[in-house]
């Protein structure tokens, strides 16, 4: 399973923390990544995370501005997201995977098992 917290509402400039949580890892951990969707656009995709290496990868768009790493807490991954802009607003997805490794982190494919979501909205 893989619940997402934290978000929900900032003004531009501000921060946001969301947090993904995932059990049933192996015991190397879960890869993670972070979607988002906004009306009448796609998913896209917004970071990644090799729990093996803890290597994270992220979107040009949030490049400098979003952090996504390992949590103090075992299997929980956390995305820190700064100076928030208006276009950062949508519903979050978390993603895992059954395995501790992913390619670049960033295909849906990769990832087996999927949040509900977190709705974060960035006002002017």
């Known amino acids: 399973q893989v619940q997402e917290s934290g978000g929900h509402l900032a003004q531009a400039g501000e921060s946001l923390t969301l947090t993904c949580s995932a059990s049933?890892?192996?015991?190397?951990?879960?890869?993670r990544g972070w979607f988002r969707q906004t009306p009448g656009k796609r998913r896209e995709w917004v970071a990644g995370l090799d729990w093996s290496s803890g290597r994270s990868y992220v979107d040009i768009s949030v490049l400098g501005r979003f952090t996504f790493s390992k949590g103090d807490a075992a299997n929980v991954a956390v995305l820190q997201m700064d100076k928030l802009k208006p276009e950062d607003t949508g519903v979050y997805f978390c993603?895992?995977?059954?395995?501790?490794?992913?390619?670049?982190?960033?295909?849906?494919?990769?990832?087996?098992?999927w949040g509900k979501g977190i709705q974060v909205t960035v006002s002017t």
């Open positions: 049933g890892c192996p015991s190397g951990g879960c890869a």
């Open positions: 993603a895992a995977s059954a395995r501790p490794r992913c390619g670049d982190c960033m295909e849906s494919w990769e990832f087996q098992y």
